[in-house]
């Protein structure tokens, strides 16, 4: 076994001859396998997580077309991603994202896997903004297929939120939405809408700029053959819009932005909107039951705020607000201008919603974890209705080989933002006033030290 973690180290010079020599050198003194692993994880030569598949006979895992995973960061609901580095350029942190497909699917539904997981890496590389993470690579390495991104500091907005003891603090959370919103914009500038918007899809860079990842579920506006099989609910129940629990393939931008009052709402109130129950339960609720208002659980917020957050949990698409609104409101929240100024900006304030519409025994969903459910609660038939969809073939060249440009570390690595510190706005004057006064003070200190020492003498030198 040592034989073949030799091969795989050395290959395309992983490690320099001298650790190579070093790693032989352990090799022929350790008694085990699991020995042997330990002492190449004691001296960083591999990592835990690549010792543990090491031993599991499992090597192949620890390479994923030209780059060399590390250690594993978190599974979602498009695959796990990884730690890793180029094998050329170990330098170089990146973020790889894996899909791996089940041999066992029909043919059919692979294909489909496979579309959507190909618009996810495209997609990704078609958005350019600074508050989204950028796709730099992505290939097939034999049944798994893969896309590269910026690995990020972290952490995430879902770990500030359900810290224990801890809320985020309200210009905190305001700035993020902010962010949240431009790349929002520039998502949807792009004909895409996300889908799949949430706290744990956004996540801190380490420059003061918060990032949206994954479009993973991602849909061209308009786009007619689409992969979504009517009656699939996609993205999380928690933050997902009521008109995407209804038909995922016919949501338009809209949809994200009831996800992100859900996010503001979770951030705000301390819990989402639609808490506890089951599956049948969160939809029925983000379909026809209005939250509760968030200036009646938190009266200490700015009613600007409180009044963006009711207007994006409307139900009706065509009642929330449009990214511009939301920018120009958060802005104005930044900006530190009262609520009840001429220049602030209430969201829709006196729009009458439209009536919520009414469920009908049309309304299909394929709920996870129950299947095909009926209800006599007024949900009408929740049934599953997938009906027939053709996937179309993909196209050999649309797996081709990574371009040049990629062996540049400048597409992998994030670009620090320069932080430019004020200047004193001091006079000189005062400047000089505040250098007198301390010097007096000092001297006046003295005197009073030199009077005192001199009363505690006087008794013994009388």
């Not at 479009?215 to 129940?237: C, E, F, M």
């Not at 509760?292 to 929330?320: C, F, G, H, W, Y």
């Not at 309304?363 to 095909?372: A, I």
């Not at 505040?434 to 013994?460: E, H, K, M, N, Y």
Request: proline share 7%.
């Amino acid at each position: 076994m040592t034989d073949s973690w030799l091969d795989w180290l050395a290959r395309d010079g992983w490690l320099d001859p001298a650790q190579i020599d070093q790693v032989r050198q352990i090799a022929e003194t350790s008694s085990t396998p699991s020995e042997f692993a330990a002492s190449l994880t004691k001296l960083r030569l591999i990592t835990a997580f690549q010792s543990k598949l090491l031993l599991a006979g499992q090597a192949q895992r620890l390479d994923c077309g030209r780059y060399r995973i590390r250690k594993l960061l978190g599974r979602g609901g498009m695959g796990e991603v990884y730690a890793a580095e180029p094998r050329d350029r170990r330098d170089i942190p990146i973020a790889v994202k894996v899909l791996q497909i089940d041999s066992n699917l029909p043919d059919a539904d692979r294909k489909r896997l496979e579309a959507r997981f190909l618009r996810e890496m495209k997609a990704g590389r078609k958005v350019e903004h600074p508050n989204v993470t950028k796709t730099v690579d992505f290939g097939r390495d034999s049944d798994r297929l893969y896309l590269v991104m910026p690995r990020l500091r972290g952490p995430s907005f879902a770990a500030l939120i359900e810290a224990k003891n801890r809320r985020p603090e309200l210009k905190t959370v305001v700035r993020l939405a902010a962010q949240v919103n431009q790349g929002l914009i520039a998502i949807h500038a792009a004909g895409l809408v996300h889908r799949d918007l949430k706290p744990s899809n956004i996540v801190y860079d380490g420059y003061k700029r918060w990032k949206i990842l994954d479009l993973g579920l991602a849909k061209a506006i308009g786009d007619r053959q689409s992969l979504t099989r009517p009656g699939v609910i996609l993205g999380t129940l928690d933050y997902a819009s009521p008109e995407q629990l209804r038909d995922a393939s016919k949501v338009d931008s809209s949809a994200d932005y009831y996800s992100l009052g859900c996010i503001l709402f979770h951030a705000l109130a301390g819990h989402v909107p639609f808490d506890g129950g089951d599956a049948v339960s969160k939809i029925y609720r983000h379909r026809m039951t209005p939250p509760e208002s968030l200036a009646v659980i938190r009266p200490d917020l700015p009613n600007t705020l409180s009044m963006l957050v009711d207007q994006l949990l409307q139900k009706n698409p065509a009642d929330r607000p449009s990214g511009s609104d939301v920018a120009l409101c958060l802005n104005t929240l930044l900006e530190g201008r009262p609520s009840g100024s001429s220049q602030s900006v209430p969201i829709l304030p006196d729009q009458p919603t439209s009536p919520l519409p009414e469920p009908s025994s049309s309304d299909s969903f394929v709920v996870p974890q129950y299947g095909e459910l009926s209800s006599e609660s007024g949900l009408g038939e929740l049934m599953t209705d997938l009906g027939e969809h053709s996937s179309d073939d993909l196209a050999e060249d649309d797996w081709s080989e990574p371009i040049a440009e990629l062996d540049q570390a400048s597409r992998y690595v994030q670009t620090p933002v320069k932080i430019v510190r004020k200047s004193s706005k001091r006079s000189p004057s005062l400047e000089f006033g505040l250098q007198v006064g301390l010097i007096l003070t000092v001297l006046f200190s003295l005197l009073i030290f030199l009077w005192s020492l001199r009363a505690f003498l006087d008794p013994f030198l009388a």
